[in-house]
């Protein structure tokens, strides 16, 4: 019975596809339109939600989901025609007379599924892209955010084209599901683990898919000259940290490295940031998020329970499983193969992991996998040089956190094990686009020895034309040379 | 060699994993009952593949060329150039004996060979020596009021550890092409060419051993056993030309280690005919794009042609006159037309051309010649939709004419089907140009040409749905290749206090005017106006 709604959804939306209209400006404007005016109207449900699915107070909801999506909307508004607008190409002279040009279109279908630590934003940056690119658009936003995948379903309904647009709410049975049918592309937010079974789905029908993972993003924390900048650089990593959903973001700090020397200075001034931030009953101030569900709660006990973990806690490390809330925890120098050194934290704890030198933070990252992102706060600008050309990661930031994933113009996304493809800004549209080449010919000019049957004089004429001989075409045509 | 092709069971395509149970060490099994045949013993004999090739020595393989990759000999401008170098100059002093394993292999006329493959691979290899240093700056980008002071780049920076796999049809372009753009963008490499061209496998094999640097570009000749045993590896990027049924395979091989892939497929690329048209340098465009391409046997070869009821006759007599004038009355003996590759690619021409829901239809050629693997020139005419000759890609010298009432019913015909990687219309009439482009979905499209569009090298070549992902081509092929990686520099100097907790209403005015990027709403909300 639920299979008949799926399929009956999905032929909609193919059968819409097809119609064409998706593909018309107006159509692409009017969705995005349509999406600007649910963040303005209902602003506040969604801020309700956020609070219900994961504690987040209203000033981040609005900062991370709700203002960042309206900058999305604004600049792709801004600059659709611009996207999609042939690309004329220049073409060497050799292929003469003809025009070329890159003739940017839809996809088709598209599926995009989204996680459920920023489920507001991260449903609706990618769909954006799609909508912009004209495509018809199913999207599954993850069960463990219920308010707001219940949200989305109703605004997305309500203020767009549901004939193009829908939401399909549900488990992993839902997406299982989903995943059998052919999409024009599949765009996934999440876990390599489920990002691995996305794409072995894919490949089933050659699915292009985007693939938009984790990994354990390190900061290097140097020492700057002044105070204030080394009070700047630690504010920046507790955000970076605690302040996006109590770290359970994709681009948020996992980890510390720091010198041995620099250590108690940095510790005493990452607890001071944290009374700060969050006062000193961090529960009640509703300042920071809630941890989203018992699963979760308890895979981050656990990695606190393991030996020589606890032990190493300086700071914080109080958990209620009622509330669902973890305390800003440090912890210095954890063992290097426990969990919480070996997987994605996640959560509301922060290692920080001893060097000899600062240098050996490269040789410490490059031995791990590609993270999503990379910090580095520094003013050496050897070590900055070094950090760019010798480590690998979707982005690498310097002296700040979490920020590029607000700029327009940078490409965002993952390397390695943190997924592949990327989106943001012009990039999202591209994301979910074809740019298909036109090339136009006339019939005027046709050279004779572009044919069969082969001579050796055409075989001289061909060599001659493409190094751009044109004299020596002249020339063995009129059969005052013979060889190329 | 028949001993090592070891019998796997094919895949279906309702095969497929559940969230909750996913092996990542299950097998994948890539499909015996297409083309994985030696084409004679003969060539099975002179092969130089090595005795095998398995799991073991697959990883030994990989952990050289990754300490290789990661002492980062790879990355370096003179390295990329260095190896550039010397593969251009192997091409110019191979000339010969490539011409000579291309007739082997395919019976490649020498024109052919030359143009299609050593013109177009040394050019690509100029190419990227020259741009070479331009591609591998960083592109400085803009920023927005709200990161503000801040500077931002994206870097390129190779991948890795890189495997391609190539296809029979155009072994040294689709073999060294792709190699060309990894070796551009820094990475160590792998090669796979095909087996069903063994001639030139194993002369790329000997090539590139000779003149590259072997301690990070390797090749690695073999079919079904040793192409799992790769696949198995964790690879930064797999590079796959071929078909649509081996390309599911590489890309579950892919998913289990999170592998990006670039799936040069084909399809059905068709060509739409008006009558209002030059016929004659039409005719010839379209004949010299079918068998003057491998004898048909090219991913963008026209595969079949789609006019009206009213033109065809016209059209197919202009067809069989230039066939004559190309390649003389008996097209069996001409030097100019390739062989079909392999005798496994030969029994699936013949299928098509034995259907018995075309008999009677085919108007022109038809003749066969197993020992010589030849097909002749054959034009089939309205051969029903159900027909293997109208559901299969052809990749071969049979050409399908398929008539319609009106030209524009052509367009619906062509969208009925998935999408080809090239699409061709012959026409004068704007109208029709304009229908054409902006309804068809195909890799790349073509106005009163075919095929050209590979030969371009700024403009990228790959397909779209069944006929693949990813492009590659001129600086596209060094893109392939490459990760950009966003950069982003910050200063101290300013830093809303609006990010951070405790959360305040003023906090939120400000953020929501720095978020708009409107300087005029910050100073407002600075001064506490909204």
């Not at chain 1, 050796?456 to 005052?480: E, N």
């Not at chain 2, 001993?3 to 497929?16: A, L």
């Not at chain 2, 089939?380 to 990749?395: G, K, R």
């Amino acid at each position: 019975m639920l299979n008949d709604h799926l399929e009956a959804d999905l032929k909609e939306l193919r059968e819409a596809f097809n119609s064409g209209k998706t593909k018309e400006t107006s159509w692409r404007i009017s969705q995005l339109n349509g999406l600007l005016r649910i963040l303005e109207d209902r602003e506040n449900d969604i801020s309700m939600a956020l609070k219900q699915d994961l504690g987040k107070h209203h000033v981040e909801a609005y900062r991370d989901e709700i203002g960042t999506v309206v900058k999305t909307v604004n600049n792709a508004l801004v600059n659709l025609k611009q996207w999609m607008a042939a690309k004329k190409t220049r073409l060497p002279i050799a292929a003469f007379p003809s025009t070329a040009s890159l003739v940017p279109e839809p996809l088709g279908v598209v599926l995009i599924i989204s996680s459920w630590n920023f489920p507001i934003g991260l449903s609706l940056e990618p769909l954006i892209g799609a909508l912009a690119a004209g495509n018809a658009v199913v999207l599954k936003p993850s069960e463990l955010a219920p308010a707001c995948s219940s949200l989305l379903a109703e605004t997305i309904r309500d203020y767009l084209d549901n004939s193009a647009v829908k939401v399909i709410e549900g488990g992993s049975d839902k997406g299982e599901r989903l995943l059998q049918y052919k999409f024009d592309k599949i765009f996934f937010t999440g876990s390599t683990r489920v990002g691995k079974v996305v794409m072995s789905s894919a490949a089933q029908h050659l699915t292009p898919v985007t693939l938009e993972l984790g990994g354990k993003c390190p900061a290097v924390v140097g020492s700057f000259s002044s105070s204030r900048e080394n009070n700047m650089a630690v504010k920046r990593i507790v955000w970076g940290k605690f302040g996006l959903c109590a770290g359970q973001a994709c681009i948020a700090v996992d980890y510390i490295l720091t010198e041995k020397k620099n250590l108690s200075n940095l510790v005493e001034s990452l607890k001071r940031y944290i009374k700060q931030c969050y006062g000193d009953d961090p529960n009640g101030s509703h300042s920071i998020s809630k941890i989203v569900n018992k699963k979760h709660f308890s895979r981050l006990k656990s990695l606190l329970d393991e030996p020589m973990v606890k032990s190493s806690v300086v700071y914080g490390g109080s958990l209620d499983e009622e509330s669902l809330f973890i305390e800003p925890t440090i912890l210095v120098d954890p063992p290097i193969h426990a969990t919480i050194m070996t997987e994605e934290i996640f959560g509301p704890l922060l290692p920080v992991i001893t060097l000899e030198s600062i240098e050996d933070s490269i040789n410490f990252i490059r031995a791990r996998p590609n993270p999503l992102a990379l910090y580095a706060f520094t003013e050496n600008e050897s070590l900055q040089k070094r950090l760019v050309s010798e480590t690998s990661s979707g982005s690498i930031m310097f002296n700040d956190t979490i920020l590029q994933y607000a700029v327009d113009t940078l490409p965002f996304g993952g390397v390695g094990g943190s997924g592949f493809g990327r989106y943001h800004g012009k990039y999202s549209f591209d994301n979910f686009s074809h740019e298909k080449v036109v090339m136009m010919r006339g019939f005027l000019v046709d050279f004779w020895f572009r044919y069969p049957p082969w001579t050796a004089q055409k075989l001289q004429l061909l060599k001659a034309g493409l190094r751009y001989d044109y004299l020596g075409v002249l020339l063995i045509a009129l059969g005052l040379k013979s060889k190329a | 060699m028949i001993k090592f092709y070891r019998r796997y069971p094919s895949i279906t395509h309702r095969q497929h994993r559940s969230f909750s149970d996913l092996s990542s060490n299950s097998r994948f099994h890539l499909p015996i009952d297409i083309d994985y045949t030696m084409a004679s013993e003969e060539q099975a004999k002179n092969s130089t593949a090595p005795a095998t090739f398995d799991a073991e020595a697959a990883d030994c393989l990989m952990k050289e060329l990754r300490s290789t990759f990661l002492d980062g000999k790879t990355k370096s401008y003179e390295w990329r150039s260095s190896q550039l170098k010397s593969l251009l100059k192997m091409l110019e002093d191979s000339d010969k004996q490539i011409c000579d394993a291309l007739f082997s292999d395919l019976s490649k006329p020498e024109m052919e060979a030359y143009i299609h493959e050593i013109a177009m691979i040394k050019s690509s290899c100029k190419l990227a020596l020259k741009k070479l240093k331009d591609w591998m700056k960083p592109e400085k980008t803009k920023t927005n009021l709200g990161t503000f002071p801040s500077s931002a780049e994206i870097v390129p920076e190779p991948l890795g550890v890189v495997l391609i796999i190539s296809a029979w049809n155009y072994p040294l372009l689709l073999s060294v092409d792709p190699v060309i753009g990894a070796i551009a963008a820094g990475n160590a490499v792998v090669l796979k060419p095909s087996e069903l061209a063994p001639a030139m496998s194993s002369l790329l094999a000997k090539l590139l051993g000779k003149y590259l640097d072997s301690s990070a570009i390797k090749v690695v000749e073999g079919a079904v056993p040793e192409t799992s045993a790769l696949l198995e590896q964790k690879w930064d990027k797999i590079f796959y030309t071929g078909n649509g049924r081996v390309a599911r395979v590489v890309m579950a091989a892919a998913a289990n280690n999170l592998t990006p892939v670039v799936l040069e497929l084909g399809g059905k690329s068709p060509v739409l005919v008006d009558s209002n048209i030059d016929l004659t340098v039409t005719a010839r465009r379209i004949l010299s794009g079918k068998w003057g391409c491998n004898n048909g046997q090219a991913c963008v070869a026209p595969d079949y042609i789609i006019t009206t009821k009213q033109y065809a006759p016209v059209l197919i007599d202009s067809l069989k006159h230039n066939l004559v004038k190309f390649f003389g009355e008996d097209p069996m003996n001409s030097p100019d037309l390739s062989r079909v590759g392999h005798s496994r690619h030969f029994a699936r021409l013949k299928k098509l051309l034995d259907d018995d829901k075309i008999s009677g239809k085919i108007i022109h050629g038809g003749q066969t010649d197993k020992s010589n693997l030849k097909i002749a020139p054959t034009i089939v005419l309205d051969a029903p939709e159900d027909s293997l000759i109208m559901s299969e890609e052809i990749f071969g010298p049979l050409l399908p004419i398929v008539t319609v009432e009106k030209i524009e019913d052509g367009i619906e015909f062509i969208n009925s089907r998935p999408k080809p990687l090239a699409a061709y219309l012959f026409t004068n009439t704007k109208q029709l140009k304009e229908e054409f482009v902006s309804n068809i979905s195909a890799g790349g499209v073509v106005i009163n040409d075919v095929t050209l569009h590979l030969m371009v090298d700024t403009l990228p070549f790959g397909g779209v749905g069944e006929s693949g992902t990813g492009a590659y081509h001129g600086k596209f092929s060094f893109d392939a290749f490459s990760h950009k990686k966003a950069v982003l520099y910050r200063g101290f100097f300013g830093d809303a206090p609006a990010r951070y907790p405790p959360y305040t209403p003023g906090k939120l005015r400000l953020l929501k005017a720095l978020l708009d990027g409107s300087l005029f709403g910050i100073i407002r909300a600075l001064f506490g106006f909204s």
